[in-house]
């Protein structure tokens, strides 16, 4: 599942967030990084979707494959016979890489914010499933 802005979504699996917490700027006077905590959302804990955005990025081989493929879209009927056979030859061997990415999905990160007031950051997409 692909979340949207704007979509309901709820926890698939329970988080447990641990670490050093600051006090709030305004805060009663507190020593920064002092305060350990620990967090759990319960799996099932719904939210609304406020931002998506993908987290996908290109390997050199599929940006190369991209490149030869538009050039030979673009001007292979102007190549010469043994040019153009050349660079089919190297984009066949870069297409393997191309398929896997194609295929593979977009992966997304997202914004939501719980009801229970809490906002989940640059969260990986798939933890959740539409409420």
Not at 5 to 17: A, D, I, P, S, Y
Not at 39 to 51: C, N, S, W
């Amino acid at each position: 599942m692909t979340p949207k802005e704007g979509q309901r979504v709820r926890l698939t699996v329970e988080l447990e967030l641990t670490g050093r917490l600051t006090v709030a700027v305004g805060s009663p006077a507190g020593e920064p990084g002092a305060v350990v905590g620990s967090l759990r959302l319960a799996a099932g804990t719904e939210g609304t979707v406020e931002e998506v955005r993908e987290d996908r990025q290109e390997s050199q081989e599929v940006r190369e494959y991209l490149r030869l493929k538009s050039l030979l879209d673009d001007f292979g009927h102007q190549m010469p016979p043994g040019s153009r056979t050349q660079l089919e030859e190297q984009i066949g061997s870069l297409e393997p890489a191309w398929i896997a990415y194609r295929d593979g999905g977009i992966p997304v990160r997202v914004r939501v914010r719980l009801d229970n007031g809490f906002v989940l950051h640059d969260t990986s997409g798939d933890l959740f499933a539409p409420a």
